[in-house]
DNA sequence: CCTGGTTGTGTACGGGCGTACACAACCATC
DNA sequence: GATGGTTGTGTACGCCCGTACACAACCAGG
């Protein structure tokens, strides 16, 4: 039966999900693409995770990471010198630079929580942490404003097909954090 | 073989649809599930409807018009003595006050676009529907922020399980409205 | 009344799905 | 090196799916 020692198949297996996810979405994951994808036997991918929802919540929190890291990583947002609504502008512009794909992968699992209660807390967190990280250039208040402002506008370009507007965008975040001092 | 003369049945098909996706999501939509949801035999849904994207399409178009109406009918945008921020708040917290239910119906068919190119068109449609309305209280611009705002405030509602905010809507809408002024 | 065309139905086929479970492979203990 | 518990696999079952298609019901023109 040729049982391998393979530490890290569990992540491995994530990282299948996310790719089956990218390529053919939430409603082409199942237990055999992704076992397939990841090449590891069918019984594997249920053992480890006992079902889908479970799995999703491992892709969504993976994803959140990921962002996080991004975001992190970015000094878009660091530099107090940089205009707030100018640095989260410039993140979601090199964000879409990467084209439809990445997006649309981190969107679908975010948005599968509407569905899925499970996936409800993973959301919660990651609206929470951009909040969080935002925060720390103005109030709790704005900051969850502006994260709600950007994925309406990250929605309305990947729903419609339209194209990302910076200017727009730069502009309408703005208002917000200025309307913060008042 | 029983062929009644049924006018009407294709919209009864989409009416049924909607039930079947609020009771289960798309997920839960199927050929048979909305046969058995109208009383019709299967046969008859794939003749009305070559694909389920295109029952989908007719569903989300309905869940549109639906919306307009109710929007229409509500004073709460007509008066130009409401603020524009107050209005559209209150239409929200009417909106929420029936439940996930409905709401959660609209977005899933509206969120539903991010992978169906089908409907891409019609969630624009809706989108510009909606900012072109508000677009006699503002401009253009302002007008499709307030919708990504709302989009962007509704989803963090129904995605992390919180509650709806009315104060806080209203005063990040008025941010965006207030700008626009100066 | 027949007849040819159109509209709508019932049924059956092949395929993918989640799940269960017997059992192989491995490991620790003696 | 036997043994008992744990970890991981292969396979098979039953269900639901979209689709195709022969054919019943209906309708209009002759």
Redesign the pocket.
């Known amino acids: 039966?040729?049982?391998?020692?393979?530490p890290g198949?569990r992540e491995r297996i994530i990282d299948a999900a996310l790719r089956v996810v990218a390529r053919e979405g939430i409603a082409?994951l199942?237990?055999?693409?992704v076992a397939a994808e990841a090449d590891?036997?069918?019984?594997?991918t249920?053992?480890h995770f006992a079902?889908?929802d479970e799995l999703l919540v491992a892709a969504l929190r993976r994803c959140n990471e990921n962002f996080a890291r991004t975001v992190r990583e970015s000094d878009c947002l660091a530099d107090p010198g940089v205009p707030l609504a100018g640095g989260l502008t410039r993140l979601l512009e090199e964000w879409f630079a990467g084209g439809r794909g990445p997006a649309e992968l981190e969107y679908e699992l975010y948005l599968a929580a509407l569905r899925r209660p499970a996936l409800r807390a993973v959301a919660a967190e990651w609206a929470d942490d951009l909040g969080a990280l935002l925060a720390s250039r103005t109030d709790p208040a704005t900051a969850r404003a502006l994260v709600a402002l950007l994925d309406g506008i990250s929605l309305q370009v990947l729903l419609t097909g339209g194209e990302f507007d910076a200017a727009y965008t730069r502009e309408m975040l703005g208002r917000i954090v200025d309307g913060a001092g008042r």
Do not use: C, E, F, Q
Request: proline share 5%; net charge positive; no cysteine.
């Open positions: 039966m040729a049982r391998r020692y393979d198949r082409g199942s237990h055999r693409t590891v036997p069918l019984g594997s249920t053992y079902s889908l």
